[in-house]
């Protein structure tokens, strides 16, 4: 099991920047990659971004260019510097942590996944 902690994210403007981190603890050596996902009301949870601990980073492509993801082997940790926040950022965010195949713009599971608790950013126009 991996357990994550989440810190970060609140209220912010149109045009303003936020920070999330994120640190896990638990089986490590189990997970090859984490990164951040998030869900609106009424929508499905999307990657927001991911970085495998060889360094390949993904993103989606509505927050590439403004996000920034960043991992820390050492201590287990991966952080979130989002720019530019939008009203349509507005979603719970959720640390995550798993085994995943990065092949192209492609982004597999090929194990169990573990979650943060998830932390709420609100954009306002």
């Known amino acids: 099991q991996v357990q994550l902690v989440e810190s970060g994210g609140g209220l912010v403007q149109a045009g303003g920047s936020l920070r999330l981190s994120c640190a896990a603890s638990?089986?490590?050596?189990?997970?090859?990659?984490m990164g951040w996902y998030r869900q609106a009301p009424g929508k499905q949870r999307e990657l927001v971004a991911i970085?495998?601990?060889?360094?390949?980073?993904r993103y989606a492509d509505s927050v590439k260019g403004r996000f920034a993801i960043a991992r820390d082997n050492a201590k287990n940790t991966v952080d979130l510097q989002m720019n530019n926040l939008k009203p349509e950022d507005t979603a719970v965010y959720y640390c995550?942590?798993?085994?995943?195949?990065?092949?192209?713009?492609?982004?597999?599971?090929?194990?169990?996944?573990?979650w943060g608790q998830g932390t709420q950013i609100t954009v306002s126009s």
């Open positions: 995550n942590a798993g085994s995943y195949r990065i092949s192209g713009s492609a982004v597999m599971s090929t194990g169990p996944k573990y």
């Open positions: 638990g089986s490590i050596f189990s997970i090859n990659a």
């Open positions: 970085v495998a601990s060889g360094g390949i980073t």
